[in-house]
């Protein structure tokens, strides 16, 4: 797995890209991030490998929620981004296909959280 992060277009967005190369199907996404002053929200754009796009925002740069279309078709998300120390994170997604947005997915605690992990949870 490799995330890289750094600021990008004279230091206005940052810059993030992802690589899962393990399993089945190897996932790549860059995502683009500033602050929009005039909202007090966080804007998340991403594009995917697999023909997919995301919006989102974050009013605390931890929990994302909006649309994304790839594949699958339309549907609402909230990602959680969690950081445990520098250079640690746990990155939760959830995708609903209804339009429901449930509750973000717990995050790992004690002994789990120790390991690099990727949780996405899907509702149909």
């Known amino acids: 797995m490799i995330l890289d992060t750094r600021l990008v277009l ?26 929009e002053v005039s909202s007090g929200t966080w804007v998340s754009l991403i594009v995917d490998n697999l023909g997919g796009h995301a919006a989102s925002r974050s009013a605390d740069g931890i929990t994302w929620t909006g649309t994304s279309r790839g594949p699958m078709g339309e549907m609402q998300i909230r990602d959680s981004e969690t950081m445990l120390s520098p250079g640690r994170m746990i ?25 690099p992990q990727i949780a996405f949870a899907q509702r149909r």
């Open 10 to 35: 004279d230091d206005a967005r940052l810059r993030t890209d992802f690589v899962v190369a393990s399993g089945r199907y190897p996932y790549e996404l860059t995502a683009h991030r500033t602050f």
């Open 91 to 115: 990155m939760l997604g959830q995708y609903s296909l209804d339009g429901r947005n449930e509750p973000p997915v717990e995050a790992p605690r004690g002994e789990a959280a120790r390991e």
